[in-house]
């Protein structure tokens, strides 16, 4: 009976070390290279269209949000919609919620909240029901100026928050030069004097960041010399005034804004030859790179002005536009022409460049973690 009860004994022995071996090899797996459940839970192409995805603002018809763009939302090929006047009425609301919980559904699903912006300027200019009420024009020649900028911005991030808008396409730092002109005949402009319009940008931006709303400074470096009938939108602009009127005054606001921590900001569309006499500084590494961050030092995001502008005619289809820009340095890419086949247009196109290298790995990541970290912040 011995010799069988210790044969048992030793065969127990021998079952119990190879289960723990296996659990050993096992767990050793786990770790060096992941269970087999998150490894196919998110692939390398996965992770690359949620990348592009996040570059892309995407725009549509009508108030109704069209099925097809929910579709790209739950694809990760959408960054975030901009509203115009024709999207909005009291179901808004309601509606960009739903593109934000279709996002959140998604297996892609990062954490980061789309954008969901406009343009909420002031005065005439504005896209949603609400304040502000006040043109900047009309901040610029308050008493004290400040005072109504803050409250301002404190009115368009309530009206913004009211729709499910997590950002403004607002304020305009442009220094306007002569009455009637391009940015004054709609009182887009704070002043004729840049310390105004800088103080005014600054107030605005603060209260509207402080109560959790993106502000974006337009239109760099600035349309305030353009005249009544230069408009990026409907054709080419060229802006012909020297570097140091550029640096000197229509600048002025820009920095403020950086210096004041603004989160975006909108290059324009125009020429301006004192730097750059081939491109619009929104496709020029000039502008953004050497001057934009290289000179003023801005670390936040650059988002393209509208990418059906007629300023842009020359420079190719809406692919073309958008690559020239990313190239450029812009981080955000605006396809504001009420089209969700524009945006699936760019998103193609930026996604190829990246995959086969004609847009550089590096400068694409270091846009997409600007764009990520001010997402997830709001």
Known sequence: LVFPLIADMLRMHTTFVVLVLVLISSCLCSALFGSSKSSSSSSPDDDLTVSVGSHIIYSY???????????????????????????????????????????????????????????????????????PYQSEKQVGLSHPPTSA????????????????????????CGVYRQPGDFLDQYQRS??????????????????????????????????????????TDE????????????????????????????????????????LDSSYPSGISTKWLQDELRGRLGFQGVTISDALEAGALTKFGGYGSRALLAARAGMDVLLASARDVSQGQTVFDTIYAAVKNGTLDATSFNNATARIMNIRKGH
């Open 149 to 172: 900028a803050t409250q301002a911005g404190q009115q368009a991030a309530t009206t913004l928050k009211n729709y499910a808008n997590n950002a403004n396409l607002a304020p305009v």
């Open 235 to 274: 054709g080419p602009v060229t802006i012909n005034i020297s570097l140091d009127d550029l640096r000197d005054i229509d600048e002025q606001p820009f920095i403020a804004a950086i210096k004041a921590g603004v989160d975006m900001i909108m290059p324009s569309w125009a020429v301006y030859p004192a």
């Open 61 to 131: 018809p009508g108030t109704t949000v069209p099925q097809q763009l929910l579709q790209l939302v739950q694809a990760g090929k959408v960054g975030g919609v901009i509203l115009f006047g024709e999207n909005v009425n009291s179901n808004t609301p309601a509606a960009m919620k739903e593109i934000q919980a279709t996002w959140a559904k998604s297996p892609l699903y990062n954490g980061a909240p789309l954008l969901i912006m406009t343009d909420q300027e002031g005065g005439v200019i504005v896209r949603l029901p609400g304040g």
């Open 190 to 231: 704070y002043s004729t004097n840049a310390t105004i319009a800088a103080e005014c940008a600054v107030a605005f931006i603060k209260a509207q960041q402080g109560a959790g709303v993106i502000a974006t400074a337009k239109h760099f470096p600035g349309l305030g010399a353009a005249s009544r009938n230069q408009n």
